[in-house]
Nanobody, 125 residues
Framework: VQLQASGGGLAQAGASLELSCIVSGGTFSNYDMGWFREAQGKEREFVGAISHNGDSTYYVKYPFDISRDNAKNTAYLQLNELKPEDTAVYYC??????????????????????WGQGTLVTVSS
């Protein structure tokens, strides 16, 4: 399974950006999708996740939004009201949608099996 994130770039504070993550090599609808970010000098941080069928989202950082289009094998991260502190490399991740029990575990990097290469978002003030 390969993940390709895109859509990053330079944005002004208050603007919006939509990141995309295209998945290939597997049946996309079998995978939960997650987004993480890593700012320079900081640990990777969970941004949110969406279930394999798109019915549920989990712990999405406000005011961001996560969606998916299973017909296009693509997950999206809508970054709204961007702030300079949102500057980071954003990563998408996938995990086979098996029972996880505590959905809080989705915040852990080790439950995600596949990772994209990351896309840089820079927010200027």
């Amino acid at each position: 399974v390969q993940l390709q994130a895109s859509g990053g770039g330079l944005a002004q504070a208050g603007a919006s950006l939509e990141l995309s993550c295209i998945v290939s090599g597997g049946t996309f609808s079998n995978y939960d999708m997650g987004w993480f970010r890593e700012a320079q000098g900081k640990e990777r941080e969970f941004v949110g996740a969406i279930s394999h069928n798109g019915d549920s989202t989990y712990y999405v950082k406000y005011p961001f939004d996560i969606s998916r289009d299973n017909a296009k094998n693509t997950a999206y991260l809508q970054l709204n009201e961007l702030k300079p502190e949102d500057t980071a490399v954003y990563y998408c991740a996938a995990r086979l949608a098996v029972f996880i029990g505590d959905y809080g575990r989705l915040k852990r990097e080790d439950v995600w099996e596949y990772w994209g290469q990351g896309t840089l978002v820079t927010v200027s003030s």
